[in-house]
């Protein structure tokens, strides 16, 4: 199976790995996740205008990748949230870490990674299964078959 | 990373768990982003754990507001002080407000809490600050010069416990040049506060993977351009994308020139906004045939608008099927209440909430953000596009007018002006 790794610096957390859900939009948990104002126990997508890849995706328990983050501090609060309740992201990969992503993935020991040798949302596509190594800064990519 | 003597017996525990558990946060923040220090931080504002849309970021349910509930809880068992020279907090709720100026912090009322029309200590040229709103860093960053990135609510509370912020991303003096030209031009209209947020919203939204691109924006003249202006612009900025630094020529205090902005290099993208992109934004939350259910005026009523809106509700009735609500800033509030103007607006019918985002409906207060379509309304008319992007996802008809006058209208006659 084809396998293609990703080397950047040292990034947040550990290992973890997982299908891999990829979108080149800029994420916003608060205004485009479920979450507080529809759904709390919901980690699916809700903005059809900013998201529209990802509109209706249950991005529970997946490795997210995506540009950065975008508007809005209380996506800080909105992964807290649904990590508390196991629906948080397994990693996440990006181009360059949003400051209220990364703040949240060091609170809860989110695997996160950046700045890595290759655009991870052009490499890597939705359904390959993705292992992160946040110490040593690598990115395991097992392209989905087909 | 390079700590100080101070910052390392911090990180060890030397002063206690409270400041331990806060260090070792700022210190990965900072190794992941590449910071080699740690600089002191002149103002930290704690004001938007007030939460979202009027209070949810408080309730007991959230779990960010419990983690820093009990990091608050440490700090007061260990009797420590919030180390950053000066922090004001509005935190939503009468026990966490307690909590909050145990560890020293300086309270102010909640009206306009996440506006910078009225923060204080106003931030100077070149210090290093970490506001809580992502609309009033935007604001410190571009039309100040301070410097601050957009920490969000962890970052900012560490920061202030600490009176420490990692140097990386904006507070570097490399990564405040521009790198992306967006040359607005002479058609896009700019007659008041709602153009110009929507100016910000079609920037934003088409720069909104560059958090790290400083756009430098040309075309505007500066000349007649409001604070109140910048202030929606500000904050439309940071919805849909998080552009945390912008140069306008002419008015940012390091854009003075284009050349000035781009220290003499290409722009890597040029963006081109004309009155057609400025329409496509408008048009995304046109005028309905509903009946307006619920009008707000949702950016906070700054003192001129405080005075606009007065008179054109003085003598007149809001329509009796419309519940039409506002709030002001912590200076119009003031101002209403010593020049009877508050009394003006509630004899005319309309709602002047105490905090960012209430709505009277019915006699009730509601939130939009969490209640429209719980409440099964349809129609809601607005000045805000924040608004508009969260609640049109409960499928409520999000209606977008283009100037204070045509939404007080709206509100008198109980149908759409357009």
Known sequence: MEKIVLKGHKGIGGIAEGEAVVTKNALSFIFDVGGIWLDPMSAKVTNKQEMPDWYGKDLANKVLVFPTGRGGIFSTAMIMGLANKDLGPKAMINVKTHPVFAYASIVLDIPTVDELDQNPCEVIKTGDWVKVDAQKGTVEVTKKKG | ?418
């Not at chain 2, 992502?134 to 601050?148: D, E, F, H, V």
């Not at chain 2, 809601?380 to 996802?393: E, G």
């Not at chain 2, 209606?399 to 006058?405: C, I, M, R």
């Open chain 2, 1 to 418: 990373m390079h700590l100080t003597k101070d910052e390392e017996k911090m990180l060890s525990g030397g002063y206690g768990e409270a400041y331990r558990r806060a260090m070792e946060i700022l210190v990965k923040m900072g190794e992941y982003n590449g910071a080699k220090r740690m600089v002191p931080v002149s103002w930290a504002d704690l004001t938007t754990f007030s939460g979202i849309g009027g209070g949810h970021g408080d309730s007991p349910d959230n779990d960010m507001y419990n983690y820093i509930q009990d990091f608050d809880d440490l700090c007061i068992q260990e009797n420590v002080k919030l180390k950053c020279p000066i922090t004001l907090a509005d935190a939503g709720s009468p026990e966490r407000n307690e909590k909050m100026a145990k560890l020293g912090a300086m309270l102010i009322p909640s009206a306009g809490a996440s506006s910078p029309h009225d923060i204080f200590p106003l931030p100077l040229f070149g210090q290093y600050v970490t506001p809580g709103a992502t609309n009033i860093n935007t604001y410190c960053n571009s039309m100040l010069g301070a410097r601050g990135n957009n920490e969000g609510p962890i970052g900012v509370h560490m920061a202030a416990l600490t009176g420490k912020t990692p140097e990386y991303g904006y507070l570097l003096d490399e990564n405040r040049l521009a790198k992306t030209l967006v040359d607005v031009g002479d058609d896009v209209p700019l007659n008041n506060y709602i153009d110009w947020a929507v100016l910000g919203f079609y920037i934003s939204k088409t720069l909104s993977t560059h958090y790290w691109d400083v756009p430098i924006i040309t075309g505007i003249n500066p000349v007649g351009v409001s604070s109140d202006d910048v202030i929606s612009f500000c904050a439309s900025m940071n919805n849909p994308g998080s552009i945390t630094l912008f140069l306008i020529e002419g008015l940012s205090p390091e854009g003075r020139t284009k050349e000035q902005a781009l220290a003499g290099a290409k722009p890597k993208e040029t963006i081109v906004v004309g009155k057609k992109e400025i329409q496509s934004i408008y048009d995304t939350y046109p005028p309905t045939g509903n009946k307006p259910e619920i009008v707000t005026l949702r950016y906070p009523l700054s003192l001129q608008r405080l005075f606009d809106v007065a008179a054109m509700v003085e003598g007149k009735k809001v329509h009796k099927d419309v519940s039409f609500s506002v709030d002001l800033t912590l200076t119009a509030k003031i101002v209403a209440e010593k020049l009877g103007l508050k009394k003006v607006l509630e004899d005319a019918g309309v709602f002047v909430a105490e905090r960012q985002g209430q709505v009277m409906r019915n006699g009730k207060l509601m939130d939009p953000w969490t209640d429209a379509r719980r409440l099964g309304m349809k129609t809601m008319v607005t000045d805000s596009l924040k608004d508009c992007n969260a609640i049109c996802q409960q499928e409520i008809d999000m209606v977008l007018l283009p100037s204070l006058e045509q939404i007080v209208k709206t509100a008198l006659t109980g149908k759409v002006e357009v």
